[in-house]
């Protein structure tokens, strides 16, 4: 990766390096998964103390169990983690999962995703954009791209400086009123991995072709604000229909040795 030495090259100060996706492909990493943590954790506080979230135990309660399931199949350090869910109180149809262990979901997520399966879907996907340090990544190139000047400014979120282009890179940038989508590379990859924590952790894969098309069906003038932090990469419900069926045998293997969620509201 040229592109890579390159920017290790510009960003001697900052500590730098390439990783590897789950899947495979070569990522920029010049933050570590600590600093991801704290500028996670710093964005999730930064919402408390606006009072973005609500009380509402029963959808909580609902969300919990269905993120509890799907991090139990996460590699390490990710399935012993702490996850803490809190409801937003937003009726546009948004959800998202921090570095360090948080996940937010608006209350108008309930709407769209109508079963504990497309719940699934959806906090599959943003645990695979965890999982697979796609904020990292969005720092990274954030960093290298806009040089020096960016540099310091986005590294000093991670020292309590601008929380806000923080909370962006991390994906809830929806949230606080910035919008950073993630890449369509990104977004496939937590498409894909995504269904495969569904599967492994005894949601119906199947229920992801039924979740993406009903965000597609709200498009128009007026889309999910989901998708416009989570663009659609080209033929996406015919992929996630593809990839239901090759994971067939890996949900019902999960019901059968007892890995059946009963998440219900
Ligand atoms: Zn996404």
Same mark, same amino acid.
């Given at each position: 990766?040229?592109?890579?030495?390159?920017?290790?090259?510009?960003?001697?100060?900052?500590?730098?390096?390439?990783?590897?996706?789950?899947?495979?492909?070569?990522?920029?990493?010049?933050?570590?998964?600590?600093?991801?943590?704290?500028?996670?954790?710093?964005?999730?506080?930064?919402? #408390?103390?606006?009072?973005?979230?609500?009380?509402?135990?029963?959808?909580?309660?609902?969300?919990?169990?269905?993120?509890?399931?799907?991090?139990?199949?996460?590699?390490?350090?990710?399935?012993?983690?702490?996850?803490?869910?809190?409801?937003?109180?937003?009726?546009?149809?948004?959800?998202?999962?921090?570095?360090?262990?948080?996940?937010?979901?608006?209350?108008?997520?309930?709407? &769209?995703?109508?079963?504990?399966?497309?719940?699934?879907?959806?906090?599959?996907?943003?645990?695979?954009?965890?999982?697979?340090?796609?904020?990292?990544?969005?720092?990274?190139?954030?960093?290298?791209?806009?040089?020096?000047?960016?540099?310091?400014?986005?590294?000093?979120?991670? $020292?309590?400086?601008?929380?806000?282009?923080?909370?962006?890179?991390?994906?809830?940038?929806?949230?606080?009123?910035?919008?950073?989508?993630?890449?369509?590379?990104?977004?496939?990859?937590?498409?894909?991995?995504?269904? #495969?924590?569904?599967?492994?952790?005894?949601?119906?894969? $199947?229920?992801?072709?039924?979740?993406?098309?009903?965000?597609?069906?709200?498009?128009?003038?007026?889309?999910?604000?989901? &998708?416009?932090?989570?663009?659609?990469?080209?033929?996406?419900?015919?992929?996630?229909?593809?990839?239901?069926?090759? &994971?067939?045998?890996?949900?019902?293997?999960?019901?059968?040795?007892?890995?059946?969620?009963?998440?219900?509201?």
């Amino acid at each position: 990766m040229k592109f890579c030495y390159l920017l290790i090259a510009l960003a001697a100060t900052v500590l730098s390096g390439c990783a590897t996706s789950p899947t495979g492909r070569q990522q920029l990493m010049m933050v570590s998964d600590s600093q991801m943590s704290q500028m996670g954790l710093s964005a999730f506080n930064d919402m #408390r103390k606006q009072g973005k979230f609500v009380n509402a135990p029963r959808e909580r309660a609902y969300a919990t169990c269905v993120a509890n399931a799907l991090v139990a199949v996460l590699p390490p350090p990710w399935n012993t983690q702490q996850w803490e869910v809190q409801i937003v109180g937003d009726d546009s149809a948004n959800a998202f999962a921090l570095p360090g262990g948080r996940i937010g979901v608006n209350k108008g997520m309930f709407k &769209l995703a109508s079963n504990q399966d497309q719940l699934a879907v959806v906090l599959g996907h943003e645990l695979a954009h965890v999982v697979s340090r796609h904020g990292a990544e969005r720092v990274s190139d954030n960093l290298a791209t806009q040089a020096a000047v960016t540099a310091g400014t986005v590294y000093a979120g991670s $020292r309590g400086g601008d929380t806000n282009s923080v909370a962006a890179l991390l994906g809830a940038g929806a949230q606080l009123g910035i919008l950073l989508p993630f890449s369509r590379t990104q977004e496939s990859e937590a498409d894909t991995l995504g269904q #495969r924590y569904m599967a492994q952790a005894g949601f119906d894969p $199947r229920a992801a072709v039924t979740l993406w098309q009903k965000m597609d069906a709200q498009g128009g003038s007026k889309p999910p604000a989901f &998708l416009s932090t989570h663009p659609s990469p080209g033929g996406r419900a015919q992929t996630l229909g593809r990839q239901a069926q090759q &994971l067939l045998p890996v949900y019902e293997q999960a019901r059968a040795s007892g890995r059946a969620p009963g998440c219900r509201m």
